[in-house]
């Protein structure tokens, strides 16, 4: 379906952008518009190997959107995705009213719109965590879940929702997130703490019913991530939310264990105090609910953890590469450039 298409990237310099132009690449697909604000990060860097038409700032790229009618998908990834984000304002614009703006030009102009929702909007929930919850009752941890939430239920309450689909990501991680700051993934995090350290940290539990780090999260690696977006991207049909997940719940020392296992060291883990301040808005389990999205059609097997996670250390992570630097593999299996 996307094969005559004009494409629009939002947050195309960034994590989950970057790797849907990257996947969009290997498609062969190239008539692609990045919109983005690059600032003074280092994400400008995921670009540099990537083929597109045309890069646009993404606050000039929203109020010229006639210069752009002939755009036929979106995927819009742009927004704030601090956890830890306090300026409601901030992220009122960015994470909202751009958001729906751009959604009401695309409903408008029948293009398909797929946008960025966050698995964050379930706030505490550890059961259950289906798109078929009223979405009234549920109750985001921080502002920047709520942010998206806010999102949601405007298009519910616009009647557009059944026009558009919204991707409940869970805990994506991977390539392309180094400029991220406090926001990477643990596996990145914890690859540079072993570096420097030998060990990793890891927050202690504070209910009697989850042991030090047995605390769970759905882990999602960004390569199965990207393939169900634009499998829902071609799939007009699949509209409203759905989760983007792997449907399968782990544990931090599992995950932790992965990331020594593909630098091929032993397991060292040191449990810390959490914070007071997360104490009340960490998540102790997530596990995303996967049959309505596994509904649209959807074959493809997703590489399992411990795959996935020596995947991203040893092709991406040890030798510093962005998705796009191609790598070829010799006769032996080494890897080079």
């Given at each position: 379906?996307?094969?005559?298409?004009?494409?629009?990237?939002?947050?195309?310099?960034?994590?989950?952008?970057?790797?849907?132009?990257?996947?969009?690449?290997?498609?062969?697909?190239?008539?692609?518009?990045?919109?983005?604000?690059?600032?003074?990060?280092?994400?400008?860097?995921?670009?540099?190997?990537?083929?597109?038409?045309?890069?646009?700032?993404?606050?000039?790229?929203?109020?010229?959107?006639?210069?752009?009618?002939?755009?036929?998908?979106?995927?819009?990834?742009?927004?704030?995705?601090?956890t830890t984000e306090t300026d409601a304002a901030y992220?009122?614009?960015?994470?909202?009213?751009?958001?729906?703006?751009?959604?009401?030009?695309?409903?408008?102009?029948?293009?398909?719109?797929?946008?960025?929702?966050?698995?964050?909007?379930?706030?505490?929930?550890?059961?259950?965590?289906?798109?078929?919850?009223?979405?009234?009752?549920?109750?985001?941890?921080?502002?920047?879940?709520?942010?998206?939430?806010?999102?949601?239920?405007?298009?519910?309450?616009?009647?557009?929702?059944?026009?558009?689909?919204?991707?409940?990501?869970?805990?994506?991680?991977?390539?392309?997130?180094?400029?991220?700051?406090?926001?990477?993934?643990?596996?990145?995090?914890?690859?540079?703490?072993?570096?420097?350290?030998?060990?990793?940290?890891?927050?202690?539990?504070?209910?009697?019913?989850?042991?030090?780090?047995?605390?769970?999260?759905?882990?999602?690696?960004?390569?199965?991530?990207?393939?169900?977006?634009?499998?829902?991207?071609?799939?007009?049909?699949?509209?409203?939310?759905?989760?983007?997940?792997?449907?399968?719940?782990?544990?931090?020392?599992?995950?932790?264990?992965?990331?020594?296992?593909?630098?091929?060291?032993?397991?060292?883990?040191?449990?810390?105090?959490?914070?007071?301040?997360?104490?009340?808005?960490?998540?102790?389990?997530?596990?995303?609910?996967?049959?309505?999205?596994?509904?649209?059609?959807?074959?493809?097997?997703?590489?399992?953890?411990?795959?996935?996670?020596?995947?991203?250390?040893?092709?991406?992570?040890?030798?510093?590469?962005?998705?796009?630097?191609?790598?070829?593999?010799?006769?032996?299996?080494?890897?080079?450039?």
């Amino acid at each position: 379906m996307l094969d005559s298409s004009k494409i629009l990237v939002t947050g195309g310099a960034g994590f989950i952008g970057s790797s849907i132009v990257w996947a969009l690449n290997q498609r062969g697909y190239e008539n692609i518009i990045i919109a983005d604000f690059l600032e003074r990060s280092e994400k400008w860097k995921n670009l540099v190997p990537l083929r597109f038409r045309d890069y646009v700032e993404a606050d000039r790229f929203i109020t010229s959107l006639d210069q752009f009618d002939d755009i036929t998908h979106v995927f819009h990834l742009g927004a704030c995705s601090a956890t830890t984000e306090t300026d409601a304002a901030y992220l009122i614009r960015n994470n909202f009213e751009y958001t729906k703006t751009l959604a009401e030009w695309c409903v408008r102009r029948k293009a398909r719109f797929v946008y960025a929702s966050s698995a964050a909007t379930y706030g505490s929930l550890e059961e259950n965590l289906s798109e078929s919850r009223e979405m009234d009752s549920l109750r985001p941890l921080n502002m920047y879940g709520y942010s998206k939430h806010l999102f949601d239920l405007w298009a519910k309450r616009a009647g557009c929702l059944d026009k558009i689909t919204g991707l409940k990501y869970f805990n994506v991680f991977g390539p392309n997130e180094d400029h991220k700051g406090d926001m990477r993934s643990m596996v990145h995090k914890a690859y540079h703490q072993i570096r420097e350290s030998g060990k990793v940290r890891l927050f202690k539990s504070h209910r009697p019913e989850f042991g030090d780090g047995e605390q769970r999260r759905d882990f999602l690696y960004i390569k199965d991530a990207v393939k169900m977006t634009i499998h829902l991207a071609e799939t007009p049909e699949a509209t409203g939310l759905v989760n983007v997940g792997s449907g399968i719940a782990h544990s931090w020392v599992e995950l932790m264990q992965a990331v020594f296992a593909a630098m091929k060291l032993p397991a060292n883990i040191e449990f810390v105090d959490m914070p007071e301040h997360l104490k009340g808005k960490y998540q102790y389990f997530t596990k995303a609910e996967v049959a309505h999205f596994r509904s649209t059609g959807y074959q493809a097997s997703l590489m399992t953890l411990n795959d996935a996670v020596a995947d991203y250390v040893v092709n991406y992570l040890i030798p510093e590469r962005h998705l796009g630097d191609e790598l070829a593999v010799s006769a032996s299996g080494s890897l080079s450039k």
